[in-house]
């Protein structure tokens, strides 16, 4: 799916976006571009500030269906 493809209530959070995971799986593999990806979001504080912009919305990405940094960005905005 293309971000201008984006369902009105959903929001894109692949890149380049700003919630786009910097790490890909040239970095590693999946799992660990995911990891590296929490590690990161946790370590900036003007993006957490940001994920209530987040919280109950489909985000979408070209990940899926597979594992996406999504996953992340879904539990720690509706946590």
Same mark, same amino acid.
């Given at each position: 799916? $293309?971000?201008? +493809?984006? =369902?009105? !209530?959903? *929001? /894109? *959070?692949?890149? =380049?976006?700003?919630?786009?995971? =910097? /790490?890909?799986?040239?970095?590693?593999?999946? +799992? *660990?571009? %995911?990891?590296? /990806? !929490?590690?990161?979001?946790? $370590?900036?504080?003007? &993006? &957490?500030?940001?994920? !209530?912009?987040? $919280?109950?919305?489909? &985000?979408?990405?070209? #990940?899926? =269906?597979?594992? #996406?940094?999504?996953? *992340? &960005? %879904?539990?720690?905005?509706?946590?």
């Amino acid at each position: 799916m $293309r971000a201008v +493809d984006v =369902p009105n !209530e959903a *929001v /894109y *959070v692949g890149r =380049p976006s700003k919630w786009g995971n =910097p /790490y890909g799986a040239g970095d590693g593999d999946r +799992d *660990v571009a %995911i990891a590296q /990806y !929490e590690l990161w979001l946790d $370590r900036n504080p003007g &993006l &957490l500030a940001q994920l !209530e912009e987040l $919280r109950g919305k489909d &985000l979408v990405c070209w #990940c899926a =269906p597979l594992r #996406c940094h999504g996953d *992340v &960005l %879904i539990q720690k905005a509706n946590a």
